[in-house]
C-alpha cells in the first residue's frame, strides 16, 4: 500500500555505505521515503516489479547486472523515473544513461565511499522533490522513438558577423531535449546559440563534444573571451554562469564565478539578461523543459530589450517547471513542442508571428 503524498523510492548501489547514506539524505526531506535498496540490477529489477517505487536511485557500476542493463529493462517493462547517483568517471557513461532513459544525474563527488558524498545532500533532494512534475510518458516515448540525426559534415562560417543569436535554457531532460533539436538540423542555422544547461561541473565539456560530434553543429565549452558566431554553440560550464560584454565592437563570452547562496550555476537568468542587453532585438530566448522557475525573470528582460521568446510546450517538455514558469510572465511569443522548435531556430520568428496558446492546456 502507498504511502499517501510520499516520494518512494529505490535505492541501488553496490556500496552498503553509499546506500546507507544516501537513504539517509533522502529521508530527511518529509516529503520522501525510502522503500527499498539494492546492492545490483538483477536484485533491483526484482524489487522494482514488488515495490513499484516512483523514483529510482541508481549507481551505474555494479556487479552481475549493471545500471546501463537495469535501466533498459526497466523502461521496457516497467517505466519509472530513474535518476542516475554515480561516480563512474567518463561523460559519455552519464550520457548514455540520458540515452536510455535515465531522467536526470548527480555526480558522486568521488567513487569511493567516504563521508564527503554527503555533501551532495541538497541537489539530490531538490532533483527529487521535482519528481512530482516529471512525465514519465514523455520519456518513455523518446526512448521508444529516438529523433533521427542528420550528420553532414561542419560548415565553416566565412562571415563573422553575428545577425541573430539564440539563448537556450533548460535543467531535468535538456540534454536529450537538445539533442533532439540540434540533430533535427540539415545545415547549421543562420545564428549563434548559446546555451545555460543545469549540469553538474565536469560534463559540460563533455556534452559540448558530443553536439559537436553527432550534429552539424560547431560545439565547445564557453571560455572567457569567445566571440559569438553564427552556426557555433557555446555551452555554459557547469558551476559557472555564462554571460556577455562588449570587448573592441564586438560581444564576446565573459564567465562568472557562482557566488553565495545562488541556486543554479549556470543560471538562465543571468545568460538571458546579459544576451538581451547585448543583442536587444536579434536575440531569440529558448525556455525548454526543466524544473523550477530559472528563466522567468530572463524572458521579462528579453521583452524589455525588443527579444522574442519561445517556450516548450507541456506536450512535449518531461518537466513543464521552467517552460510554465515563463509562460506565466505573459512574455512568451510562441510555445511549441519539441519537434517544432528547430525549424522556430532556422527560421527565426518575430513576435507578431508568435502562436501564445499553442500546446499550452
Same mark, same amino acid.
Given at each position: 500500500?502507498?504511502?499517501r503524498?510520499?516520494?518512494?523510492?529505490?535505492?541501488?548501489?553496490d556500496?552498503?555505505f553509499?546506500r546507507r547514506?544516501?537513504?539517509?539524505?533522502l529521508e530527511?526531506?518529509?516529503?520522501?521515503?525510502?522503500?527499498?535498496?539494492?546492492?545490483?540490477?538483477?536484485?533491483?529489477?526484482?524489487?522494482v516489479?514488488?515495490?513499484?517505487p516512483?523514483?529510482?536511485?541508481?549507481d551505474l557500476?555494479?556487479?552481475?547486472?549493471?545500471g546501463?542493463?537495469f535501466l533498459?529493462l526497466?523502461?521496457?517493462k516497467?517505466?519509472?523515473?530513474?535518476?542516475v547517483i554515480?561516480?563512474?568517471?567518463g561523460?559519455?557513461?552519464?550520457f548514455?544513461?540520458?540515452d536510455?532513459?535515465a531522467?536526470?544525474f548527480?555526480?558522486?563527488?568521488?567513487p569511493?565511499?567516504?563521508?564527503?558524498?554527503e555533501?551532495i545532500?541538497?541537489?539530490v533532494?531538490r532533483?527529487v522533490?521535482?519528481?512530482?512534475q516529471?512525465?514519465?510518458?514523455?520519456v518513455?516515448q523518446?526512448?521508444d522513438?529516438?529523433?533521427?540525426?542528420?550528420?553532414p559534415?561542419?560548415v565553416?562560417?566565412?562571415e563573422?558577423s553575428?545577425q541573430?543569436?539564440?539563448a537556450?535554457?533548460?535543467?531535468? +531532460?535538456? @540534454?536529450?531535449?537538445?539533442? $533532439?533539436?540540434f540533430g533535427?538540423f =540539415?545545415?547549421? #542555422?543562420p545564428?549563434?546559440i548559446?546555451i545555460?544547461?543545469?549540469?553538474?561541473?565536469?560534463f559540460t565539456?563533455g556534452?559540448?563534444?558530443r553536439?559537436d560530434?553527432?550534429t552539424?553543429l560547431?560545439?565547445?565549452e564557453?571560455?572567457d573571451?569567445d566571440?559569438i558566431?553564427?552556426g557555433?554553440?557555446?555551452i555554459?560550464p557547469?558551476?559557472k554562469h555564462l554571460?556577455l560584454e562588449?570587448v573592441a565592437g564586438?560581444?564576446?563570452?565573459r564567465l562568472?564565478?557562482r557566488s553565495?547562496?545562488e541556486?543554479?550555476?549556470?543560471s538562465?537568468d543571468?545568460?538571458?539578461r546579459?544576451?538581451a542587453?547585448?543583442?536587444?532585438r536579434?536575440?531569440?530566448?529558448?525556455v525548454?523543459?526543466?524544473?523550477?522557475?530559472d528563466?522567468?525573470d530572463?524572458?521579462?528582460?528579453?521583452?524589455?530589450?525588443?527579444?522574442?521568446?519561445?517556450?516548450?510546450?507541456?506536450?512535449t517538455a518531461?518537466?513543464? +517547471?521552467? @517552460?510554465a514558469?515563463a509562460? $506565466?510572465?505573459g512574455?512568451?511569443? =510562441?510555445?511549441l #513542442?519539441l519537434?517544432e522548435?528547430?525549424?522556430?531556430i532556422?527560421?527565426?520568428?518575430?513576435p507578431?508571428?508568435?502562436?501564445?496558446?499553442?500546446?499550452s492546456q
Amino acid at each position: 500500500m502507498k504511502e499517501r503524498g510520499l516520494i518512494r523510492v529505490l535505492v541501488i548501489d553496490d556500496s552498503a555505505f553509499s546506500r546507507r547514506t544516501i537513504t539517509r539524505m533522502l529521508e530527511t526531506s518529509p516529503l520522501v521515503k525510502v522503500v527499498g535498496s539494492a546492492r545490483d540490477g538483477e536484485e533491483a529489477l526484482q524489487k522494482v516489479f514488488k515495490i513499484k517505487p516512483d523514483l529510482i536511485t541508481l549507481d551505474l557500476d555494479m556487479p552481475r547486472m549493471d545500471g546501463f542493463t537495469f535501466l533498459r529493462l526497466v523502461m521496457a517493462k516497467m517505466p519509472t523515473p530513474v535518476m542516475v547517483i554515480s561516480g563512474r568517471a567518463g561523460e559519455d557513461e552519464v550520457f548514455k544513461a540520458l540515452d536510455l532513459g535515465a531522467v536526470d544525474f548527480i555526480a558522486k563527488p568521488t567513487p569511493r565511499p567516504i563521508p564527503e558524498l554527503e555533501t551532495i545532500q541538497q541537489e539530490v533532494i531538490r532533483k527529487v522533490h521535482a519528481i512530482r512534475q516529471l512525465r514519465i510518458d514523455k520519456v518513455k516515448q523518446r526512448v521508444d522513438q529516438p529523433a533521427e540525426m542528420t550528420m553532414p559534415p561542419h560548415v565553416s562560417m566565412i562571415e563573422p558577423s553575428v545577425q541573430r543569436v539564440v539563448a537556450v535554457g533548460s535543467s531535468t +531532460g535538456g @540534454p536529450a531535449a537538445l539533442m $533532439q533539436v540540434f540533430g533535427s538540423f =540539415a545545415e547549421p #542555422p543562420p545564428c549563434a546559440i548559446l546555451i545555460s544547461q543545469h549540469m553538474p561541473q565536469g560534463f559540460t565539456k563533455g556534452f559540448a563534444e558530443r553536439i559537436d560530434r553527432l550534429t552539424c553543429l560547431t560545439a565547445r565549452e564557453a571560455r572567457d573571451g569567445d566571440l559569438i558566431q553564427p552556426g557555433t554553440v557555446l555551452i555554459a560550464p557547469g558551476g559557472k554562469h555564462l554571460e556577455l560584454e562588449s570587448v573592441a565592437g564586438q560581444v564576446a563570452t565573459r564567465l562568472e564565478a557562482r557566488s553565495a547562496g545562488e541556486k543554479y550555476a549556470p543560471s538562465v537568468d543571468r545568460l538571458f539578461r546579459s544576451a538581451a542587453k547585448a543583442f536587444g532585438r536579434n536575440l531569440q530566448a529558448l525556455v525548454l523543459t526543466g524544473m523550477g522557475n530559472d528563466g522567468r525573470d530572463g524572458v521579462l528582460a528579453v521583452k524589455q530589450h525588443g527579444g522574442t521568446v519561445i517556450a516548450e510546450s507541456e506536450e512535449t517538455a518531461v518537466i513543464f +517547471g521552467m @517552460p510554465a514558469q515563463a509562460i $506565466q510572465t505573459g512574455a512568451v511569443d =510562441a510555445i511549441l #513542442p519539441l519537434g517544432e522548435i528547430g525549424k522556430a531556430i532556422q527560421d527565426g520568428i518575430a513576435p507578431s508571428e508568435g502562436s501564445i496558446g499553442k500546446g499550452s492546456q
